[in-house]
């Protein structure tokens, strides 16, 4: 069993592969301080929710985009496991080339996400990413990650104007049945989701156009994907476990082969 962890700003999210099957998946908070100990509990609670057995686990694979964390979550999965984790970063295979001027500035989350992409559906394509900021990632028709866009996320959106307004409350993220609001709340959530749905309809629209290609498939992923699935007519496909299946095809490539 090869396990599988992605560690992003708000959730960190754990897969348990068998195979090319994933057999369960979990979510926690990653912004809640933990002892090495607590993580320990956690994953083994997972664990036994599902009736798996963690000895069964032979490999673990993470990619973090919060370094602050990943000390104690180690410590954590070898107290478990009694394995060292594999590390997205530098030196590991891809198999997928980073055109940028510096590509270890590109983070582990965009990485995994995008080789996920290439590999399942092919490319060209765009893979969008709606979490803590939402990202557009461009894989050309060579498999390499061409360009990439980034913008804030919609929930940080809500929250900057929550926390600028004295006057406007805090509001759950909803689309509204139509734009014309006749109160504070609505009219905030109209504002927020009609104007990120046409932010992010003109982010694509404008990639595609630059890019120049045609057959451009767009694929989305992250926590408000489903959301803009329904919205945005450009987006093909949303697979929200992209990141957990980028993990497994990264560690196969680093294994020699699947497990």
Not at 77 to 86: C, N, Q, R, S, W
Request: aromatic share 8%.
């Amino acid at each position: 069993m090869i396990l599988v962890i992605d560690v992003g700003n708000t959730n960190t999210e754990i897969g348990a592969f068998e195979g090319d099957e994933i057999l369960c998946s979990w979510r926690f908070m990653t912004k809640t301080p933990r002892t090495s100990d607590e993580f320990a509990v956690v994953i083994r609670g997972f664990f036994q929710s599902d009736n798996l057995n963690y000895h069964r686990v032979t490999s673990i694979i993470v990619a973090s985009v919060v370094p602050n964390v990943m000390h104690s979550m180690n410590n954590g999965l070898k107290k478990v496991f009694g394995l060292e984790p594999m590390m997205v970063g530098p030196g590991i295979k891809t198999g997928m080339p980073i055109l940028s001027s510096d590509p270890s500035e590109v983070g582990a989350d965009r990485i995994v996400d995008a080789v996920a992409a290439h590999n399942i559906y092919g490319g060209p394509l765009l893979v969008l990413d709606f979490g803590t900021a939402t990202t557009y990632d461009y894989v050309d028709r060579n498999g390499a990650l061409a360009a990439r866009v980034t913008s804030p996320g919609i929930q940080i959106s809500a929250e900057a104007l929550f926390r600028n307004a004295a006057q406007l409350p805090n509001i759950a993220i909803r689309k509204p049945r139509s734009i014309l609001a006749k109160d504070t709340v609505t009219g905030m959530q109209a504002g927020l989701v009609y104007g990120y749905i046409g932010q992010v309809d003109y982010i694509i629209n404008k990639m595609i156009q630059d890019i120049g290609e045609t057959d451009m498939k767009v694929i989305a992923t992250g926590g408000y994907g489903r959301m803009f699935l329904e919205e945005v007519q450009r987006i093909d496909i949303f697979d929200p476990q992209l990141a957990l299946k980028g993990l497994k095809i990264i560690h196969d490539k680093n294994v020699g082969g699947k497990r």
